[in-house]
């Protein structure tokens, strides 16, 4: 008895034409938004700063995780919801680092920013990406264009024709708002 062959299909699948690529972008996944990691450093700064001068003693006198709890309940009331117990470890952590900074203003900054993409990311990325958002943030101009017409009339002083959108000598960008299209 004879095994007949195996058939190759007669038709082919094609591929949709309006199909979505699905190439991720290259490099590792990220494991949170950025844009969130740098909102909770904002926020946890805020409230570190109104805290820090009544908790600064108590918790670097912390050794053990009750003792980080107990300085925030007793010295930090009204933000002690946001840090403990969920990051009391991760607290007492960064506090017996040996990189942590001497200056008041400059710890707050180092526990805002290692916080804030905990648990997802590890304190020195999170540290990371809020220095790279903040120079972002830095990098855009504090100029804005006042008239958009076939030249610019910016604020820094450039009166003259726009380059992608932009003034020429700052690189403000040129905002799309219905006030600066009807001239207003």
């Known amino acids: 008895m004879k095994i007949p062959k195996r058939r190759m299909p007669t038709q082919r699948a094609q591929k949709a034409l309006d199909r979505v690529s699905n ?34 003693s108590p918790l670097l006198a912390a050794m053990t995780e009750e003792q980080v709890i107990a300085a925030f309940e007793n010295h930090g009331q009204p933000y002690a919801t946001n840090f403990v117990p969920l990051m009391a470890a991760d ?34 990325t999170s540290r990371d990406i809020c220095a790279r958002e903040r120079a972002k943030r830095l990098a855009v101009s504090r100029h804005k264009i006042i008239r958009k017409e076939f030249y610019v009339e910016c604020e820094c002083g450039y009166k003259g024709p726009a380059r992608d959108n932009a003034c020429r000598k700052c690189g403000a960008p040129i905002p799309l708002s219905l006030e600066i299209v009807w001239g207003n």
Request: hydrophobic share 40%; charged share 25%.
């Open 91 to 124: 607290i007492l952590t960064l506090i017996r680092e040996p990189s942590f900074p001497v200056r008041p203003k400059a710890q707050v900054a180092f526990l805002a920013d290692s916080l804030a993409g905990r648990p997802s990311v590890a304190f020195r």
């Open 23 to 56: 190439k991720r972008p290259r490099g590792r996944p990220e494991k949170i938004p950025r844009s969130w990691v740098i909102g909770r450093a904002d926020n946890y700064r805020t409230n570190l700063t109104q805290a820090w001068p009544k908790l600064i």
